[in-house]
């Protein structure tokens, strides 16, 4: 079984960047797509982005696209959200995930393995 752990969270002013890494161990991750879910206080959890396996096809939440890039080192088992330009609004826990699939998929239910999350803070 793998295990998932981020991080890279903190507090950052509307306009600043952030990296967050996810970093897998336990067994190789590199066969499956990978994705990113946020969660605000009393919101539902959402999809933000996610990587097939080859990291050759990415996918992202209109409300992100244009400002966070996904990625993958599967040499490191490690997958990066980089989040540039943030809003208040993409204040949340963001958490990790390994999906069944190779293919890229927005459905939490097609993940399996979750990480406990990292903090993401945006001042306005």
């Known amino acids: 079984q793998v295990q998932l752990v981020e991080s890279g969270g903190g507090l950052v002013q509307a306009g600043g960047s952030l990296r967050l890494s996810c970093a897998a161990s336990?067994?190789?991750?590199?066969?499956?797509?990978m994705g990113w879910f946020r969660q605000a206080p009393g919101k539902e959890r959402e999809f933000v982005s996610t990587i097939n396996w080859s990291g050759s096809s990415t996918s992202y939440a209109d409300s992100v696209k244009g400002r966070f890039t996904i990625s993958r080192d599967n040499a490191k088992n490690t997958v990066y959200l980089q989040m540039n330009s943030l809003k208040p609004e993409d204040t949340a826990v963001y958490l990790c995930?390994?999906?069944?699939?190779?293919?890229?998929?927005?459905?939490?239910?097609?993940?399996?393995?979750w990480g406990q999350g990292t903090q993401v803070t945006v001042s306005s």
């Open positions: 336990g067994r190789t991750f590199m066969r499956y797509a």
């Open positions: 995930a390994e999906s069944r699939k190779v293919v890229v998929t927005a459905t939490a239910s097609d993940y399996d393995v």
